[in-house]
């Protein structure tokens, strides 16, 4: 039975003034596990973040006309195997959104859709351990006109992003540590205003979103049936601008935040095929973002379409 | 088939580095508006009905040097010098200044309200710190350029702008001194070349009039004025439209003209607007002793209202004896059946609002952090406007005509809702959840819909063949505010027609200060 599961988190990262980490990690494949060939593995995950204190600029604050912000999302994912090497993904979530106070009225709807290609170019033993590389490449993209120049409830950012990562990883015995960087390029936005404020007044609809650069540090233990880590992931936004004073949030603020988390992942023996996973997050230190406390749990399921039946016992722990 | 999958990645890259190399730089709307060409030069204007002038001469604008004098010659050389090696910068601001001093003026004007439409953050004890104009670099910074005050900033910039241009154009037909380029053949005209009398310089008066008015209405501002003034004044020298000591005598007269607006502002009731904490106290009280509810504040710490005597305002177009007869009637009974409808019916729009009912709604918003709704009218009006090359002085009276009549909508409306003084939707039934921030003042009657009214009506007068369209725009504005919850029909549909009656106002000045 293999690990070989999107193994996510939804993450471990800020419900950054709503959701743009959702949107940079809980759809994307970021651990060093891949599916073996012509297997298929779905499943669906549900993440809730809340933050009462936020970052205006860097000045940490409450806001007693919103309360606790919350957000939840329901994904649904999965991963194929094309070969050994070669993985497709998607993720497809919906998204809610409320404020426990004030007086804004809450959103929902479905979010974005990110399709990952995710390639095993180099592996090899090294010492007593394994080193591999990865390659990751995706593209997310708003499924639905929802609405983003509403934050902190707007559901999403609504841009159109392009990543690509680079994810090294070494494991010795049951250990093992991850790393990657992850450059997101995001697309301008349209939205339903004709003019809006940044640090000078705009006189158009169309809002500059600047790109973001993330890095991940995981390190944890990993076996047939059981993967339990600690994660680590520093969010940056290359540009974007300051919340003034007392005013609301917008799509290109400078949004950064740096999270700390765990994630565990149980594959049941009784069961071929079906592994649960859990885990939870919060925000450390942040800029334009929520201090965000998460937590997601899923439910994941291998089809096999090898015809035979077996299910993946190639499925090393990479 | 793994081929296909690599193909399909580096597909992925390629786009992205195709992609990436793009510019993401958002284009303003009017970054790129051609330099204005004025159809007709208005050569009259000198005549046109002032608003707070009484004569254009009142102040003396000298004659002069003659374009043959040694003065004038050498001023000629320096344009001639500056063209000689002029640096991107220069030509780039040549061509923002060339779009109209008026337009660009009112765009610099629409993102200083924007910049300071913030309600200040509580002090410890819940209270709220007023900002103040004594010390406008305290925190809060003076002012917060909330809808009433802009509306005002924008009415009195604006009709300062107007007066000191009639008296500009005065001038100029008096004086009839070429420009630079008609004078001497050599000095290069890098803008539109106009039968104008150049001096005095229209845009250095309306340089004058901006950077005085901002000593009343943005004090932090001036500095930044200040150079964008000097931009403007060079970029005109350096384009061969005017030579030092047409800049000279126009910004002197803009000044001029600009303190006769700020005296009037002085005393225009404006200081009073904010009212004390035991006057705050009395609207409550005399609702309660009335059997009323009172309105109050939404906001956590309830914060105190907006302007409540922004309603004793002077006006531009009427007198205040006008602003209690234009004021509508009460709105139904609280527990009338009409009300009660007309709660449930804000609560069923915001269930399950439709994504277009959202467009309509962030559209017309223009809340907190924006340039509000009277800058957004000065926006539609400014982009229609373009279109029509209007000289400057026309540019500067069509304007003016909006802003005095927002201005003046927001009198009424102020007026209004603290005699009045009725609950929002929200109020009534807390779960009513609204689509955008709701404004801390009374319900009765809709300051967009005042708004709205006021400026479609006095633009389908200036641009008929638009009429339709601005009264269209003005429904949807006022509805917008129906669909996020923030208003009762009754306080959007009265707010247009207060709105209507105010813009007739500015109707009948139009038709009599001698532009049409």
């Not at chain 1, 400078?254 to 079906?274: F, P």
């Amino acid at each position: 039975m293999n690990k070989n599961i999107i193994n996510r988190f939804a993450i471990a990262c800020a419900l950054v003034l709503t959701l743009i980490v959702a949107q940079l990690h809980a759809q994307t494949d970021e651990d060093a596990i891949m599916m073996a060939k012509k297997q298929f593995c779905i499943g669906g995950m549900y993440s809730r973040g809340s933050w009462k204190n936020y970052w205006e600029g860097t000045l940490k604050r409450n806001n007693l006309n919103l309360g606790t912000v919350s957000n939840q999302m329901f994904g649904f994912m999965g991963t194929y195997g094309v070969t050994e090497k070669l993985n497709l993904l998607f993720n497809l979530p919906y998204a809610t959104t409320n404020a426990s106070a004030g007086t804004l009225h809450g959103q929902q709807g479905l979010q974005d859709l990110s399709l990952w290609v995710k390639w095993l170019p180099l592996e090899k033993d090294l010492g007593n351990g394994t080193f591999s590389a990865y390659i990751i490449g995706g593209v997310s993209l708003p499924t639905t006109n929802y609405i983003a120049d509403y934050l902190p409830l707007s559901i999403g950012l609504h841009s159109t992003n392009l990543s690509g990562r680079l994810l090294l990883d070494y494991q010795l015995g049951n250990f093992f540590t991850t790393v990657s960087g992850t450059y997101v390029y995001r697309n301008n936005i349209t939205i339903d205003r004709s003019a809006y404020y940044t640090t000078e007044q705009i006189n158009s609809n169309k809002v500059n979103m600047p790109d973001v650069a993330t890095e991940q540090l995981r390190i944890g233990y990993r076996s047939s049936h059981l993967i339990a880590e600690a994660i680590a992931t520093n969010m940056n936004t290359l540009g974007g601008f300051d919340i003034r004073r007392n005013d609301m949030p917008f799509p290109s603020n400078k949004m950064n935040a740096t999270s700390v988390g765990v994630n565990v992942k149980y594959t049941l023996k009784k069961v071929e095929g079906l592994s649960l996973i859990g885990g939870g997050g919060y925000t450390v230190a942040g800029r334009n973002v929520g201090q965000s406390t998460m937590f997601n749990a899923g439910v994941f399921y291998i089809l096999d379409f090898n015809g035979s039946g077996k299910k993946s016992s190639n499925a090393a722990n990479k | 088939m793994k081929n296909i999958f690599l193909s399909l990645a580096l597909l992925v890259l390629t786009a992205s580095v195709i992609l990436v190399a793009c510019s993401k730089k958002v284009e303003g709307v009017t970054d790129n508006t051609a330099a204005l060409n004025p159809t007709n030069i208005d050569l009259a204007a000198g005549n046109w009905k002032t608003v707070l002038l009484t004569r254009p001469d009142t102040f003396l604008v000298a004659a002069p040097a003659a374009t043959n004098s040694p003065a004038y010659v050498a001023e000629l050389n320096e344009i001639k010098g500056a063209q000689q090696s002029l640096t991107d910068g220069q030509r780039a601001a040549i061509k923002y200044w060339s779009a109209g001093s008026v337009l660009r003026w009112n765009e610099i004007l629409r993102g200083l309200v924007a910049k300071h439409n913030l309600p200040p953050y509580q002090n410890e004890d819940g209270s709220y710190p007023i900002p103040s104009s004594a010390n406008p670099f305290n925190y809060p910074q003076f002012p917060f350029s909330n809808p009433p005050y802009a509306a005002r900033a924008y009415a009195y910039i604006s009709a300062a702008q107007y007066d000191a241009l009639v008296a500009a154009w005065h001038y100029k037909a008096q004086y009839n001194r070429p420009a630079p380029y008609k004078v001497d053949s050599s000095v290069n005209a890098l803008v539109p070349k106009t039968a104008l009398p150049s001096y005095p310089s229209e845009d250095a008066v309306l340089a004058g009039t901006m950077v005085a008015m901002m000593s009343m209405l943005f004090p932090t501002e001036i500095a930044y004025i200040q150079q964008k003034v000097t931009e403007e004044e060079y970029s005109r020298i350096w384009s061969g439209a005017n030579v030092r000591s047409d800049i000279v005598a126009g910004e002197a007269l803009g000044r001029q003209v600009a303190s006769v607006f700020i005296a009037r502002g002085k005393v225009d009731n404006v200081g009073k607007a904010v009212g004390t904490p035991a006057q705050w106290k009395q609207f409550v009280t005399d609702a309660l002793a009335n059997g009323k509810t009172p309105w109050y504040s939404l906001e956590a710490p309830a914060r105190n209202p907006m302007l409540p005597f922004f309603g004793n305002v002077k006006p531009f177009l009427f007198d205040s004896a006008t602003v209690v007869a234009l004021r509508p009637g009460p709105p139904p009974a609280e527990n009338s059946d009409e009300m009660k409808q007309e709660t449930a019916q804000a609560k069923n729009y915001i269930t399950n609002a439709p994504r277009e009912n959202m467009r309509i709604v962030q559209f017309w918003a223009d809340g907190v952090g924006t340039y509000t709704p009277p800058g957004h009218w000065n926006a539609i009006a400014a982009s229609d406007f373009i279109t029509q090359n209007y000289s400057e002085v026309r540019w500067a009276r069509n304007m003016a005509l909006l802003n005095m009549a927002l201005m003046d909508a927001a009198i009424v409306c102020w007026n209004t809702k603290y005699y009045y003084f009725t609950p929002r939707p929200t109020q009534v039934d807390p779960n009513i959840k609204t689509l955008t921030g709701i404004p801390n003042f009374p319900s009765y009657i809709s300051g967009h819909a005042s708004f709205s009214g006021a400026a479609a009506t006095i633009l389908g007068h200036i641009l008929p063949a638009n009429a339709a369209e601005y009264t269209a725009m003005a429904q949807q504005a006022s509805d917008s505010r129906l669909l996020s919850g923030i208003h009762f029909l009754i306080d959007c549909s009265t707010g247009l027609q207060v709105g209507q009656s105010v813009g007739s106002y500015a109707v009948k000045r139009a038709q009599a200060d001698g532009a049409e």
